[in-house]
Antibody, heavy 121, light 107 residues
Framework: QMQLQESGPGLVKPSETLSLTCTVS??????????WGWIRQPPGKGLEWIGH???????YSNPSLKSRVTISVDTSENHFSLKLSSVTAADTAVYYC?????????????WGQGTLVTVSS | EIVLTQSPGTLSLSPGERTTLSCRAS???????FAWYQQKPGQAPRLLIY???RRAPGIPDRFSGSGSGTDFSLTISRLEPEDFAMYYC?????????FGQGTKLEI
């Protein structure tokens, strides 16, 4: 069974770049069956889709974040990554990576456990 | 962007009861593109229902989804103690995803 695991710094300073990695185990990130996504959840609030990527590198991002978001994939390491630039306190959230299907990318069926990122000086 | 509005914000019920959670979209949503998730404190969301009415693998049959167009609902036929959690609806359209603000189901 495929599993996803987020990793990265738990504390980022304002105006800096948040960087997270999602490592996929139990399957290949190069599979043409899946897209790989990022979703976040501010403390006590709802879910916000950030973006997702295909193994070939094709990406889609939330227009509200697009100018600050970079999503990339490393097939040799079987992981994909998120960079969010110029962060502020509003970017404090639990960040989840998740999987959706290439053939029907309408929902996320497998999620990582999430990692809390706090933006603070 | 399609905005999803869930109601009610909080539901206070007892085990054994039946309940229906609602999600209204600001524009029509293709049923195949609509899903429900359950989230417990400190955990990631778990997919319950996809394509508006299809249960995800391993989801008990007391959970059912219905709806079309702009109105969708999630019904739990008989609440179990483990069902008390947050529930989110989600839609996909034009390569974008949006989530509702959630309904808290509390004992």
């Amino acid at each position: 069974q495929m599993q996803l695991q987020e990793s990265g710094p738990g504390l980022v300073k304002p105006s800096e770049t948040l960087s997270l990695t999602c490592t996929v185990s139990g399957g290949s990130i190069s599979s043409s069956d899946y897209f790989w996504g990022w979703i976040r959840q501010p403390p006590g609030k709802g879910l916000e889709w950030i973006g997702h990527i295909f193994y070939s590198g094709s990406t889609y991002s939330n227009p509200s974040l697009k100018s600050r978001v970079t999503i990339s994939v490393d097939t040799s390491e079987n992981h994909f990554s998120l960079k969010l630039s110029s962060v502020t306190a509003a970017d404090t959230a639990v960040y989840y990576c998740a999987r959706t299907y290439n053939s029907h990318p309408y929902y996320f069926d497998s999620w990582g456990q999430g990692t809390l990122v706090t933006v603070s000086s | 962007e399609i905005v999803l509005t869930q109601s009610p914000g909080t539901l206070s019920l007892s085990p054994g009861e039946r309940t229906t959670l609602s999600c209204r979209a600001s524009q029509s949503v293709i049923s195949s593109y609509f899903a429900w998730y359950q989230q417990k404190p400190g955990q990631a969301p778990r997919l319950l229902i996809y394509a508006a009415s299809r249960r995800a693998p391993g989801i008990p049959d007391r959970f059912s989804g219905s709806g079309s167009g702009t109105d969708f609902s999630l019904t739990i036929s008989r609440l179990e103690p483990e069902d008390f959690a947050m529930y989110y609806c989600q839609q996909y359209g034009s390569s974008l995803y949006s989530f509702g603000q959630g309904t808290k189901l509390e004992i």
